[in-house]
């Protein structure tokens, strides 16, 4: 039996759900994906990485300036004339960097529809990481020394966006239990309880 698998975390924004991943990879020994995947997806695809880094987590749209450019999917072949480098490609080419990683190694993914991306490998958890608005404001305070009404509307903003680029590529809805193995409030246990918990989870349910 292949013994590698992939951990899949989605999160609100403020719930921790980066931090809790990170101590989770460590926790688990196995490589951890976050950010990672923009310098990664931009050195195999020759593009650079600001194109990664303004569709990153966005739902389908034209990039500013690139108009006319075109770029194929990735093991795609060619893609028709009329199709430009869109959030839809760079999204192609970042899936095909999910899936290569996860066949030479157990991972652990955070956001950036890797749950979808990986729906037919066996051997993949999914989680949700979620947590009160409130604790979620002080979190962002706490982390970025920005007031109370900034931090909510950044709350909101990034979560808008992150519940639109999930749902437009996964076809499912961002956050709602039936998508996941596991929806779990962060706020609850605290960041190393909330890790311990998982990592039971994880290992009854792919019984490591």
């Known amino acids: 039996m292949d013994e590698k698998f992939v951990i899949n975390i989605g999160r609100q924004l403020g719930s921790g759900g980066r931090e809790i991943g990170k101590k989770l990879s460590t926790e688990l020994n196995i490589a951890f994906f976050d950010k990672e995947l923009i310098n990664i997806a931009s050195q195999e695809s020759g593009l650079q990485k600001e194109f990664f880094e303004k569709a990153d987590e966005k739902a389908s749209r034209g990039i500013s300036g690139l108009l006319g450019l075109r770029f194929p999917f990735?093991?795609?072949g060619p893609i028709s004339s009329n199709n430009y480098l869109s959030n839809d490609s760079l999204f192609k080419i970042q899936s095909d960097v999910i899936r290569n990683l996860s066949e030479k190694k157990s991972c652990l993914f955070v956001g950036r529809c890797a749950?979808?991306?990986?729906?037919?490998?066996s051997r993949c958890v999914n989680i949700f990481i979620s947590a009160p608005l409130e604790d979620r404001?002080?979190?962002?305070?706490k982390t970025t020394k920005i007031t109370p009404e900034k931090a909510e509307e950044i709350i909101v903003k990034t979560d808008r966006e992150r519940a639109s680029y999930y749902n437009y590529y996964s076809y499912k809805v961002w956050g709602a239990a039936s998508t996941y193995h596991l929806c779990i409030d962060s706020s609850i246990l605290g960041t190393d309880e909330t890790v311990s918990f998982i990592k039971l989870f994880i290992k009854k349910k792919l019984e490591l």
């Open 74 to 76: 990735i093991n795609d």
């Open 137 to 141: 404001i002080k979190r962002i305070c």
């Open 115 to 121: 749950d979808y991306i990986l729906r037919d490998n």
